[in-house]
């Protein structure tokens, strides 16, 4: 199985850029496609899409957050940090079965 | 609105049986992949199986092959999971999700399974 690595916290002030990563056990890009997906999970809520495909924003999903990456290293960055944006952030490859997810980054306000 | 609402979840005893629903709306069930998706508590997300938009094809991950199935009733736009000799480790709040082709779109809001005796 694909084993994605996300640091468990990070903490950041208002207004200010915070920067996911996450980091694949072995590439989940074919050819220029980069199988990399990120999630927002607010507490007691469901999982939303946020980024699909590395750097492409989902329907609905404000211009503050964006995707990059290639390989095995990807980063989501939320930029300015708002209150709203408490939550926890996974990433998913789907290169291979089975799909796998990141354990998840808790995102805290300084 | 995509709306997935989830039923079925409840305590059950180990070995035991459960079958989940999930009612879809706002959009055209049959065009869609589905797939469970769980959270055991305080956990990450975990992918539980798949099923293609006609039924044709079920994909599931190892630790649940044999014991679950997975479903669909595009007439009744309802996704289906059939879990049999339920485990202590299959403990979690089950999502259904529509599957697009290489994500999950949409999200219901979830239905926990406890399994304990």
């Known amino acids: 199985d694909i084993v994605l690595t996300q640091s468990p916290v990070l903490a950041v002030s208002l207004g200010q850029r915070a920067t996911i990563s996450c980091r694949a056990s072995q590439s989940v890009s074919i050819s220029s496609i980069n199988l990399m997906h990120w999630y927002q999970q607010k507490p007691g809520q469901q999982p939303k899409l946020l980024i699909y495909r590395a750097s492409n924003l989902a329907s609905g999903i404000p211009a503050r957050f964006s995707g990059s990456g290639s390989g095995t290293d990807f980063t989501l960055t939320i930029d300015p940090v708002q209150a709203d944006d408490i939550a926890a952030y996974y990433c998913q490859q789907s290169r291979e079965s089975p799909l796998t997810f990141g354990s998840g980054t808790k995102l805290e306000i300084k | 609105e995509v709306q997935l609402v989830e039923s079925g979840g409840g305590l059950v005893q180990p070995g035991r049986s459960l079958k989940l629903s999930c009612a879809a709306s706002g959009f055209t069930f049959s065009d869609y992949n589905m797939a469970w998706v769980r959270q055991a508590p305080k956990k990450g997300l975990e992918w539980v199986a798949t099923i293609i938009y006609d039924g044709s094809r079920t994909y599931y991950r190892d630790s649940v092959k044999g014991r679950f199935t997975i479903s669909r009733d595009n007439a009744k736009s309802t996704l289906y999971l059939q879990m049999d000799s339920l485990r202590s480790e299959d403990t979690a709040t089950y999502y259904c999700?529509?599957?697009?082709?290489?994500?999950?779109?949409?999200w219901g809001q979830g239905v926990m399974v406890t399994v304990s005796s």
């Open positions: 999700a529509t599957h697009g082709v290489h994500y999950f779109d949409y």
